[in-house]
């Protein structure tokens, strides 16, 4: 009988035990489900180079990347403080309706606060709620849990990149973050390429994994980047990740823009866009260079037009002098030759260089093109040489466009010699 009464009497303690747990033997979205709804937050620990104002701002630091969320002001912002992530949310009806993260000194929005919670729950949590949420409620869960100290999120991360019922901005997220985690590299990059050419995929996130391909730490993703841009047959694929490329200040991808311009056998389309990303934003004049030297090659519209313009943008007295060659060959056709003409303009050619070429020239539609060049000059040189062509240019057309072109300009000479003109018809 005694013994039957002991284990009656262990048997409430264990139970009683049980059904008292303390808040840490509860997992973290237990003890969310059993707060009131409103508000309810907990913080943990961040990782090295996060910091925060505790209110308005989070400022993250990941090799030579900086970024900042939220609003902050030089003049009257808070120092940034290096310290826990307070994640509060939002809960009506038992759900989770909104997520905000703050960093920095600890505060209190009214929530109940569960207090600190270790990183790795943290961010399980977080991206669980990522995983099965909807709306922004997925969307922003991703950041904070980034914010986490030691904890390598990749495997969650990598779930939600390639889970098609996501929505398309929350996996746009995880890709973006996949990127930027601490753990980011090499392994990476089979399964960005595997997302990026999944043609059954939505375009927009495969744009997001080559984006994020590019920019993987040390240039691990380079080498699967410049093999999907090089590919004759990629299509969108090759394109897109041309134009990712020429986003990349890495050294390895302006080698191979130089690499493939030089062999100029991409498709048209294709190698425009080569083009076009070899001589904008870290353009130099050797780049140029290049692509004035494959001219030659150069058979389509597009690509003819992207050189043309990669040569103006860049401007420069040799490319001033190269885009008037091209205005001046009777070889090309009348678009080409106009096109260089208006870039030559645009690359800083000078008048006397334009007067030269009207001289010389015997096609009307350029000599109409370099009276359009010459009114838009406005300079002494200029005004003589529309002066002269309205007054004894053997074309018509071409004196009427001079003294139309001329009405325009302030210059005292002008009015003297049209009311001459006037005159002597």
Same mark, same amino acid.
């Given at each position: 009988m005694i013994r039957r009464h002991f284990r009656a009497a262990t048997a409430l303690t264990l139970l009683s035990a049980l059904t008292s747990l303390p808040a840490c033997a509860q997992s973290l979205s237990q003890r969310i489900a059993r707060a009131p709804d409103g508000r309810v937050q907990f913080s943990f620990a961040t990782r090295e180079g996060v910091c925060g104002d505790g209110r308005s701002y989070v400022h993250m630091v990941s090799g030579t990347n900086t970024e900042f969320y939220g609003s902050f002001n030089d003049l009257s912002s808070e120092p940034c403080v290096h310290g826990p992530a307070r994640v509060v949310l939002d809960r009506a009806s038992g759900e989770v309706v909104g997520v905000r993260v703050f960093v920095g000194p600890p505060g209190n929005d009214g929530a109940a606060d569960l207090g600190v919670v270790s990183t790795h729950d943290a961010a399980a949590y977080l991206l669980d709620l990522a995983a099965k949420g909807e709306g922004a409620v997925a969307r922003d869960a991703i950041m904070p849990a980034m914010l986490a100290d030691s904890v390598d999120n990749e495997t969650a991360l990598v779930a939600l990149a390639r889970d098609q019922t996501r929505s398309?901005?929350?996996? $746009?997220?995880?890709?973006?973050?996949?990127?930027?985690g601490p753990t980011a590299g090499g392994s990476l990059s089979s399964t960005l390429v595997s997302i990026a050419t999944d043609e059954t995929d939505?375009?927009?996130?495969?744009?997001?994994?080559?984006?994020?391909?590019? $920019?993987?730490?040390?240039?691990a993703g380079m080498p699967s980047i410049?093999?999907?841009?090089?590919?004759?047959?990629?299509?969108?694929?090759? $394109?897109?990740?041309?134009?990712?490329?020429?986003?990349s200040g890495d050294p390895r991808a302006r080698d191979y823009? $130089? +690499?493939?311009?030089?062999?100029?056998?991409?498709?048209?389309? +294709?190698?425009?866009? +080569?083009?076009?990303?070899?001589?904008?934003?870290?353009?130099?004049?050797?780049?140029?260079?290049?692509i004035r030297d494959a001219w030659p090659k150069l058979t389509g519209?597009?690509?003819?037009?992207?050189?043309?313009? +990669?040569?103006?943008?860049?401007?420069?007295?040799?490319?001033?002098?190269?885009?008037?060659s091209l205005a001046r060959d009777m070889g090309a056709t009348s678009n080409t030759r106009r096109l260089a003409l208006e870039s030559a303009v645009r690359a800083g050619a000078a008048t006397s260089e334009l007067v030269t070429l009207y001289d010389r020239t015997t096609d009307p539609e350029m000599k109409d093109e370099l009276i359009s060049a010459l009114s838009q000059a406005a300079d002494r040189t200029s005004t003589d040489?529309?002066?002269?062509?309205?007054?004894?240019?053997e074309s018509v057309t071409a004196r009427r466009r001079a003294i139309s072109a001329l009405g325009r300009s302030s210059d005292p000479r002008v009015k003297v010699a049209l009311e001459a003109l006037v005159d002597r018809n």
């Open positions: 398309r901005e929350t996996r $746009r997220g995880a890709i973006s973050w996949l990127g930027r939505n375009q927009s996130v495969r744009q997001q994994a080559l984006s994020t391909l590019a $920019r993987l730490p040390g240039g410049t093999q999907l841009a090089g590919d004759p047959q990629g299509g969108w694929v090759a $394109r897109t990740a041309l134009s990712v490329i020429s986003q823009l $130089r +690499a493939v311009v030089r062999k100029a056998d991409l498709p048209d389309e +294709a190698l425009s866009v +080569a083009i076009r990303s070899l001589g904008q934003q870290y353009a130099t004049a050797s780049d140029i260079a290049i519209n597009r690509s003819q037009s992207a050189a043309i313009s +990669a040569a103006a943008e860049f401007g420069g007295s040799v490319n001033a002098q190269w885009l008037l040489k529309l002066l002269a062509i309205a007054k004894s240019d």
